[in-house]
């Protein structure tokens, strides 16, 4: 006779309730938005359906929408009135992004803001740094991302987030933001980004697609792995208070890895092409939309993240509560 039956602790719901190793919670989200120039903005980003192109007034509505839900956080994405060779709309304090960071940080004080600190939405050939000849300039690029990560501070942000994968930007951020007083303003590094195919809806929303070329000699080679766990210390050393793995459904293994060798919090990316993927299968009746998205976001926190940045946040926190 059968002894050994872990079926038993799966009977019913209320049991499986009692030794469930993992719960998920509108508090482990971050909803992304996009911010774009002019007033009453709230456009449907065609290969993100239910993901809108936001003028600050309605990216403010989104923002209250978003902490009356429980969701603690919201990452600040823009696009920008111009773009120039360096990207110099990334700083402008009258850019949409800075707009929105104040005004929802007046709105909403107790919500957590992040500010994507990168360039390739901002310059005009769509790379993430300044280009000498088809080569991006790593290091006189690190000035350029510092003078972004204080204007975000100065706007109001509470975290800044590098995701360009220039050597050395943690430690250049953090020097730029102590010299300005930012103490206080913590830095989420997207420390393991790979280059990713997953990434194409967010270029199409955020009009970031490179002209030339692609980002793989910046961003990390998909096959690798032990290059993440030293890209993760690198960060570490740097001064990173988060360190985040990007995407995230492909890449739970690093997310596992990074969480068992670190005492930081860690983040996962649920990036565009992820959420795009599962948004069109459900749209044909092929999945049941609610049960794949708990489902997915369940097993990136069992994976070990504590943070998970999602376009799904809206609807999972509403399904959660
Ligand atoms: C900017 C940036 C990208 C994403 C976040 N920040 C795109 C890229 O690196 O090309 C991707 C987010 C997503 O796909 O949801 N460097």
């Not at 239910?50 to 990216?59: E, I, K, P």
């Amino acid at each position: 006779m059968q002894k050994l039956r872990p079926r038993r602790m799966r009977i019913n719901e209320n049991v499986r309730a009692m030794v469930r190793e993992t719960t998920l919670s509108p508090k482990d989200f971050v909803y992304p938005i996009f911010v774009v120039p002019g007033e009453h903005v709230k456009e449907e980003i065609p290969s993100m359906p239910d993901v809108f192109h936001l003028s600050v007034d309605n990216a403010v509505e989104i923002a209250k929408q978003i902490a009356e839900l429980g969701i603690p956080s919201v990452e600040v994405f823009g696009l920008p009135e111009y773009k120039d060779e360096i990207g110099s709309s990334a700083w402008d304090m009258n850019s949409p992004v800075q707009r929105a960071i104040s005004a929802i940080k007046k709105a909403v004080p107790e919500l957590v803001i992040v500010g994507d600190v990168c360039l390739c939405q901002y310059t005009s050939h769509g790379h993430c740094g300044k280009l000498c000849g088809h080569y991006v300039e790593n290091d006189s690029t690190l000035e350029l991302l510092s003078k972004v990560a204080v204007s975000q501070a100065e706007a109001g942000a509470d975290i800044v987030a590098p995701s360009d994968m220039m050597d050395g930007r943690v430690a250049a951020i953090r020097e730029a933001l102590d010299n300005k007083g930012f103490i206080n303003v913590s830095i989420m590094s997207y420390a393991v980004k790979y280059a990713s195919g997953f990434y194409a809806p967010f270029r199409d929303a955020a009009d970031s697609a490179p002209q030339f070329g692609d980002r793989k000699q910046y961003q990390m080679d998909p096959a690798n792995f032990r290059e993440a766990l030293k890209e993760v210390e690198l960060d570490i050393s740097e001064g990173a208070d988060i360190i985040m793995v990007k995407p995230a459904m492909a890449y739970l293994d690093v997310v596992r890895s990074v969480r068992n060798k670190i005492n930081h919090p860690v983040a996962v990316y649920n990036v565009s092409g992820e959420y795009a993927m599962v948004k069109a299968a459900a749209r044909n009746g092929w999945i049941d939309e609610k049960r794949i998205v708990l489902e997915n976001l369940t097993c990136m926190k069992r994976a070990g993240a504590a943070i998970i940045i999602t376009y799904h946040a809206i609807d999972a926190a509403n399904w959660l509560h």
